[in-house]
């Protein structure tokens, strides 16, 4: 079962551009791409928007994309499991979707980011954006950043 939110915004037209990077390596190896994404992480004050390394299932634009979150969420020894869960943020007629990474363990440091009043959230977490057109993950855009910040805080 996937864990699925949705969140409704107030209409707001806003435009963007998509900037991919892509990393060409020889033929037999698998294609890599860095991703901007939003990092919450407990060593911070505030979020950071971050590259993730994402390997590719192909050369082409329509290709998907899987990230590797470990490459950011640390204590792997503590907490070696990463856990994930989509958002949709309904915006008008837009529908803008998200993948929440996270790693979640009462030894795990507490995040000053993610805990409110009584509540302590020990762990970090990442927000990456998919794609409209094919489900993969895709780069965070300047309107992005807020929405992130939006569904953490709910």
């Given amino acids: 079962m996937v ?3 949705t969140y409704i915004l107030p209409t707001c037209s806003v435009s963007y551009r998509l900037y991919l ?3 060409y390596l020889p033929s037999n190896q698998t294609p890599e791409l860095h991703l901007r994404c939003r990092l919450y992480s407990a060593l911070w004050t505030r979020p950071r928007q971050v590259t993730m390394l994402t390997c590719c299932s192909g050369r082409s634009h329509t290709a998907q994309c899987f990230p590797v979150p470990e490459s950011l969420l640390q204590e792997v020894t503590m907490q070696p499991y990463v ?3 989509f ?3 309904c915006e008008g007629r837009h529908i803008y979707q998200f993948c929440i990474f996270f790693k979640r363990h009462l030894r795990l440091r507490a995040n000053v ?4 009043g009584d509540h302590k959230f020990r762990g970090n977490t990442v927000v990456m954006r998919v794609g409209v057109n094919h489900p993969s993950v895709v780069n965070m855009r300047a309107r992005d950043n ?3 910040d ?3 805080h709910q």
């Fill in 113 to 116: 980011l993610l805990s409110s």
């Fill in 3 to 5: 864990n699925t939110h």
């Fill in 83 to 85: 856990h994930n869960c």
């Fill in 146 to 148: 807020a929405l992130a």
């Fill in 21 to 23: 990077t892509p990393l």
């Fill in 87 to 89: 958002v949709n943020v």
């Fill in 150 to 152: 939006f569904i953490i």
